[in-house]
């Protein structure tokens, strides 16, 4: 048990829908990093945050939003779903500044488009 | 953008064996990490590296830190069924702490 959790496990929702993904961090990491992985594919880097504010954007589209909150959990809202969006959803933690870059994955959201 | 080369992409050993595995960048790093997934959960982190030509072992598993920092290697000695998954290399560069995630190597165990 990596310490980051992820909610929901698993989610199934038409096009067009809008939906949102919850990660908690492991306790005192300031970091969220959040990465998409379609099937048999590597780990696509969305984007990070550092204690509240945004610090690094991967490629992420334009119909997706992330936030983090002040108890430091992060949601990730992905909206006009399509096909393509079906993938796991994984969130990370780290404890941040530049000490160590060491992330810890959560179990995932697997998202199912329809 | 950054790119890591992983290989190779599957490997088909037997119980028992020996199995190395590689990353190379096409810029300078100052971070190594190897990760393992197995199918449908998160990756889960087995080695950090941070020096250049550090050698780092966790149980049977072994990485380094390539000289010239473009790359990384890891081990597994004695392979068993347990060894089967996704293994992941990611790196990071000299500045930022976003991770550069390899396409994986597929490893399989014949028992």
């Known amino acids: 048990d990596s310490g980051v959790t992820q909610t929901p496990k698993h989610l199934i929702t038409a096009t067009g829908q809008r939906v949102t993904l919850r990660c908690s961090p492991r306790?005192?990491?300031?970091?969220v990093y959040w990465y998409q992985q379609s099937l048999d594919q590597g780990l696509q880097f969305l984007i990070q945050?550092?204690?509240?504010?945004?610090?690094a954007k991967g490629n992420i589209l334009e119909r997706f939003s992330a936030q983090q909150f002040p108890d430091l959990h992060s949601e990730l809202n992905l909206s006009s779903l399509e096909l393509g969006d079906s993938a796991l959803y994984f969130c990370a933690s780290s404890v941040g500044g530049s000490s160590t870059y060491e992330q810890y994955f959560g179990p995932g959201t697997r998202l199912t488009v329809t | 953008g950054q790119q890591l080369n992983q290989s190779p992409q599957s490997m088909f050993i037997q119980e028992g064996e020996d199995v190395s595995m590689n990353c190379t960048s096409s810029?300078?790093?100052?971070?190594w990490l190897w990760y393992k997934q197995d199918p449908g959960e998160g990756p889960v982190l087995l080695i950090a590296?941070?020096?250049?030509?550090e050698l780092t072992s966790n149980g049977r598993l072994t990485a380094q830190f390539g000289i010239t920092r473009k790359d990384s290697f890891l081990n597994i000695s004695a392979s068993i069924p347990s060894d089967v998954g996704i293994y992941f290399c990611a790196g990071k560069e000299t500045s930022g702490s976003r991770l550069t995630f390899g396409e994986g190597t597929q490893l399989t165990v014949n028992p």
């Open positions: 945050y550092y204690n509240g504010e945004e610090r």
């Open positions: 810029s300078i790093f100052n971070t």
């Open positions: 306790s005192g990491d300031l970091s």
């Open positions: 590296l941070y020096k250049a030509g």
